[in-house]
Protein backbone atom coordinates (compact mmCIF):
# COMPACT_ATOMS: atom_id res chain seq x y z
CA UNK A 1 0.00 0.00 0.00
CA UNK A 2 2.71 2.39 -0.82
CA UNK A 3 1.90 6.31 -1.01
CA UNK A 4 -1.86 5.20 0.36
CA UNK A 5 -2.93 7.23 3.74
CA UNK A 6 -2.94 5.03 6.58
CA UNK A 7 -6.27 6.56 7.69
CA UNK A 8 -9.09 3.89 7.80
CA UNK A 9 -11.97 5.83 6.36
CA UNK A 10 -14.18 3.23 6.04
CA UNK A 11 -14.38 0.11 8.26
CA UNK A 12 -17.05 -3.38 7.55
CA UNK A 13 -17.76 -4.73 10.76
CA UNK A 14 -19.22 -8.54 10.85
CA UNK A 15 -21.60 -7.59 7.51
CA UNK A 16 -23.89 -10.39 7.12
CA UNK A 17 -27.14 -10.43 4.97
CA UNK A 18 -28.93 -14.12 3.73
CA UNK A 19 -26.33 -13.81 0.57
CA UNK A 20 -23.20 -14.02 2.64
CA UNK A 21 -20.64 -12.74 5.68
CA UNK A 22 -19.53 -11.83 7.55
CA UNK A 23 -17.70 -9.10 5.70
CA UNK A 24 -15.01 -7.45 7.83
CA UNK A 25 -12.07 -5.39 6.50
CA UNK A 26 -11.12 -1.55 6.19
CA UNK A 27 -11.10 0.64 3.89
CA UNK A 28 -7.99 3.63 4.16
CA UNK A 29 -8.53 7.20 2.53
CA UNK A 30 -7.67 7.26 -1.20
CA UNK A 31 -7.51 3.76 -1.44
CA UNK A 32 -9.59 1.76 -4.61
CA UNK A 33 -10.50 -2.31 -3.42
CA UNK A 34 -12.18 -3.92 -6.49
CA UNK A 35 -14.44 -6.57 -6.34
CA UNK A 36 -14.50 -9.49 -8.37
CA UNK A 37 -16.97 -12.85 -8.17
CA UNK A 38 -19.38 -14.97 -10.48
CA UNK A 39 -22.97 -13.54 -11.38
CA UNK A 40 -25.04 -13.36 -8.44
CA UNK A 41 -22.48 -13.65 -5.75
CA UNK A 42 -23.65 -10.86 -3.73
CA UNK A 43 -21.34 -8.09 -4.92
CA UNK A 44 -24.04 -5.50 -5.23
CA UNK A 45 -25.70 -6.92 -1.88
CA UNK A 46 -22.20 -5.91 0.10
CA UNK A 47 -21.78 -2.72 -1.79
CA UNK A 48 -25.33 -1.94 -0.74
CA UNK A 49 -25.27 -3.18 2.59
CA UNK A 50 -22.14 -0.69 2.98
CA UNK A 51 -24.52 2.82 1.82
CA UNK A 52 -26.86 0.91 4.29
CA UNK A 53 -29.75 0.73 1.53
CA UNK A 54 -30.09 -3.47 2.10
CA UNK A 55 -31.18 -4.66 5.45
CA UNK A 56 -28.10 -6.33 7.31
CA UNK A 57 -26.34 -7.48 10.58
CA UNK A 58 -23.21 -6.02 11.74
CA UNK A 59 -22.11 -2.63 11.01
CA UNK A 60 -20.10 -0.07 8.90
CA UNK A 61 -17.94 3.03 10.52
CA UNK A 62 -17.05 6.32 8.91
CA UNK A 63 -14.02 7.85 10.77
CA UNK A 64 -14.88 5.95 13.36
CA UNK A 65 -18.58 6.77 13.36
CA UNK A 66 -21.19 3.86 13.16
CA UNK A 67 -23.68 4.22 10.67
CA UNK A 68 -25.96 2.76 12.90
CA UNK A 69 -25.71 6.00 15.10
CA UNK A 70 -26.17 8.39 11.86
CA UNK A 71 -29.41 9.14 9.73
CA UNK A 72 -29.92 7.24 6.89
CA UNK A 73 -29.44 10.20 4.55
CA UNK A 74 -26.42 11.40 6.45
CA UNK A 75 -24.67 8.07 6.44
CA UNK A 76 -25.65 8.11 2.19
CA UNK A 77 -24.46 11.81 1.52
CA UNK A 78 -21.25 10.33 2.95
CA UNK A 79 -21.40 6.76 1.60
CA UNK A 80 -22.62 7.01 -2.44
CA UNK A 81 -23.83 3.78 -4.08
CA UNK A 82 -24.33 3.94 -7.96
CA UNK A 83 -26.20 1.12 -8.76
CA UNK A 84 -25.05 -0.67 -12.75
CA UNK A 85 -28.19 0.80 -13.94
CA UNK A 86 -28.75 4.27 -12.23
CA UNK A 87 -32.56 5.32 -11.61
CA UNK A 88 -33.21 8.68 -13.06
CA UNK A 89 -36.28 10.27 -11.66
CA UNK A 90 -36.81 13.56 -13.87
CA UNK A 91 -36.62 14.01 -18.04
CA UNK A 92 -33.45 15.08 -18.34
CA UNK A 93 -29.87 14.79 -16.60
CA UNK A 94 -29.69 18.47 -16.21
CA UNK A 95 -32.64 18.41 -13.76
CA UNK A 96 -30.75 16.27 -11.62
CA UNK A 97 -27.66 18.56 -10.65
CA UNK A 98 -29.94 21.77 -9.26
CA UNK A 99 -27.78 22.50 -6.82
CA UNK A 100 -24.22 21.39 -8.50
CA UNK A 101 -21.63 24.14 -8.98
CA UNK A 102 -21.05 25.19 -12.91
CA UNK A 103 -17.27 25.03 -12.29
CA UNK A 104 -17.47 20.84 -11.17
CA UNK A 105 -19.75 20.39 -14.29
CA UNK A 106 -17.81 21.81 -16.94
CA UNK A 107 -15.06 20.22 -15.49
CA UNK A 108 -16.66 16.93 -14.93
CA UNK A 109 -18.20 16.38 -18.22
CA UNK A 110 -15.18 17.53 -20.20
CA UNK A 111 -13.19 15.14 -18.37
CA UNK A 112 -15.80 12.89 -19.27
CA UNK A 113 -15.84 13.91 -22.94
CA UNK A 114 -19.45 14.47 -22.36
CA UNK A 115 -21.09 17.46 -24.08
CA UNK A 116 -23.04 19.55 -21.95
CA UNK A 117 -25.57 19.22 -24.55
CA UNK A 118 -26.64 16.20 -22.80
CA UNK A 119 -27.91 17.69 -19.72
CA UNK A 120 -30.79 19.02 -21.59
CA UNK A 121 -31.64 15.90 -23.58
CA UNK A 122 -34.57 13.50 -22.58
CA UNK A 123 -32.91 10.99 -20.58
CA UNK A 124 -34.83 8.22 -22.63
CA UNK A 125 -32.74 9.21 -25.72
CA UNK A 126 -29.24 9.19 -23.99
CA UNK A 127 -27.24 6.38 -24.88
CA UNK A 128 -26.26 3.68 -22.08
CA UNK A 129 -23.31 5.13 -21.91
CA UNK A 130 -23.90 8.64 -21.60
CA UNK A 131 -26.05 7.70 -19.02
CA UNK A 132 -23.87 5.72 -17.33
CA UNK A 133 -21.07 9.00 -17.36
CA UNK A 134 -23.87 11.21 -15.88
CA UNK A 135 -24.31 8.96 -13.18
CA UNK A 136 -21.39 9.13 -12.35
CA UNK A 137 -21.16 12.63 -12.54
CA UNK A 138 -24.34 13.26 -10.49
CA UNK A 139 -22.36 10.51 -8.01
CA UNK A 140 -19.66 12.94 -7.69
CA UNK A 141 -21.39 16.02 -7.33
CA UNK A 142 -22.79 14.49 -4.01
CA UNK A 143 -18.81 14.87 -3.35
CA UNK A 144 -18.81 11.41 -1.33
CA UNK A 145 -16.13 10.21 1.10
CA UNK A 146 -16.76 6.82 -0.29
CA UNK A 147 -18.07 5.79 -3.82
CA UNK A 148 -19.41 2.60 -4.40
CA UNK A 149 -19.65 1.60 -7.94
CA UNK A 150 -21.20 -1.23 -9.27
CA UNK A 151 -20.13 -1.82 -13.04
CA UNK A 152 -18.81 1.79 -13.55
CA UNK A 153 -17.77 1.07 -17.24
CA UNK A 154 -19.93 -1.95 -18.43
CA UNK A 155 -21.40 0.27 -20.59
CA UNK A 156 -18.31 1.77 -22.71
CA UNK A 157 -15.94 1.89 -25.39
CA UNK A 158 -12.34 2.25 -24.15
CA UNK A 159 -11.90 5.79 -24.46
CA UNK A 160 -14.30 6.56 -22.27
CA UNK A 161 -13.35 4.02 -19.73
CA UNK A 162 -9.64 5.59 -19.63
CA UNK A 163 -11.69 9.01 -18.83
CA UNK A 164 -13.85 7.21 -16.03
CA UNK A 165 -10.61 5.64 -14.55
CA UNK A 166 -8.13 8.80 -15.02
CA UNK A 167 -11.02 10.96 -13.21
CA UNK A 168 -11.70 8.14 -10.15
CA UNK A 169 -8.02 8.64 -9.83
CA UNK A 170 -7.97 12.50 -9.34
CA UNK A 171 -10.51 12.21 -6.94
CA UNK A 172 -8.12 9.20 -4.76
CA UNK A 173 -5.34 11.58 -5.07
CA UNK A 174 -7.69 13.90 -3.04
CA UNK A 175 -8.73 10.97 -0.08
CA UNK A 176 -12.43 10.04 -1.75
CA UNK A 177 -12.25 5.97 -1.43
CA UNK A 178 -13.49 3.98 -3.88
CA UNK A 179 -14.91 -0.19 -3.74
CA UNK A 180 -15.76 -0.96 -7.63
CA UNK A 181 -17.49 -4.15 -8.83
CA UNK A 182 -16.09 -5.17 -11.89
CA UNK A 183 -15.86 -8.34 -14.31
CA UNK A 184 -12.79 -6.38 -15.94
CA UNK A 185 -9.46 -7.81 -14.27
CA UNK A 186 -7.62 -5.79 -16.68
CA UNK A 187 -9.53 -2.66 -15.00
CA UNK A 188 -9.11 -4.15 -11.16
CA UNK A 189 -5.62 -4.30 -11.96
CA UNK A 190 -5.60 -0.67 -13.26
CA UNK A 191 -7.23 1.38 -10.49
CA UNK A 192 -7.03 -1.01 -7.19
CA UNK A 193 -4.57 -1.05 -4.67
CA UNK A 194 -6.48 -4.28 -3.54
CA UNK A 195 -8.58 -7.13 -5.46
CA UNK A 196 -11.84 -8.90 -3.20
CA UNK A 197 -13.14 -12.12 -4.30
CA UNK A 198 -16.89 -12.87 -3.55
CA UNK A 199 -17.84 -16.62 -3.93
CA UNK A 200 -19.45 -18.40 -1.75
CA UNK A 201 -21.04 -15.79 0.47
CA UNK A 202 -17.41 -15.17 1.62
CA UNK A 203 -14.24 -12.43 0.87
CA UNK A 204 -11.04 -13.26 -0.34
CA UNK A 205 -8.11 -11.41 -1.37
CA UNK A 206 -6.41 -12.44 -4.42
N1 LIG B 1 -33.93 -7.82 -2.54
C1 LIG B 1 -33.64 -9.09 -2.85
N2 LIG B 1 -34.53 -10.07 -2.65
C2 LIG B 1 -34.25 -11.34 -2.94
N3 LIG B 1 -33.07 -11.73 -3.47
C3 LIG B 1 -32.15 -10.79 -3.69
C4 LIG B 1 -32.38 -9.43 -3.39
N4 LIG B 1 -31.26 -8.73 -3.73
C5 LIG B 1 -30.39 -9.63 -4.19
N5 LIG B 1 -30.91 -10.87 -4.17
C6 LIG B 1 -30.22 -12.11 -4.56
O1 LIG B 1 -28.96 -12.08 -3.93
C7 LIG B 1 -28.00 -12.71 -4.76
C8 LIG B 1 -26.82 -11.76 -4.98
O2 LIG B 1 -27.25 -10.71 -5.83
P1 LIG B 1 -26.25 -9.57 -6.30
O3 LIG B 1 -27.02 -8.62 -7.16
O4 LIG B 1 -25.56 -9.00 -5.13
O5 LIG B 1 -25.20 -10.39 -7.18
P2 LIG B 1 -23.92 -9.85 -7.96
O6 LIG B 1 -22.74 -10.60 -7.43
O7 LIG B 1 -23.85 -8.37 -7.88
O8 LIG B 1 -24.23 -10.36 -9.43
P3 LIG B 1 -23.97 -9.69 -10.91
O9 LIG B 1 -22.49 -9.82 -11.16
O10 LIG B 1 -24.78 -10.58 -11.80
O11 LIG B 1 -24.45 -8.29 -10.86
C9 LIG B 1 -28.71 -13.10 -6.04
O12 LIG B 1 -29.05 -14.47 -5.96
C10 LIG B 1 -29.95 -12.21 -6.04
O13 LIG B 1 -31.00 -12.82 -6.72
Same mark, same amino acid.
Given at each position: ??GL?????L??????S????P??????????I??Q?P??????????M??D???????A???????????? @?????A????????????????????N?? @????D? &??????L???????E?????T?E?????????????????L?D?? &????D????????AL???RL????A???? &??????AR?????I??????K?? &??
Amino acid at each position: MAGLSATVLLSARDLVSPFGGPFTFDVHAGECIAIQGPSGAGKSVLLRMLADLDPHDGDALLDGRAASSMSA @PDWRAAVVYQAAEPAWWEDTAGAHFANAF @PAFMDS &TLAALGLSPALLDTEITRLSTGERQRLALVRSLARRPRVLLLDEP &TAALDPDAVARVEALLRDRLADGMAVLVV &THAMEQARRLAQRIFRLEHGKLT &TT
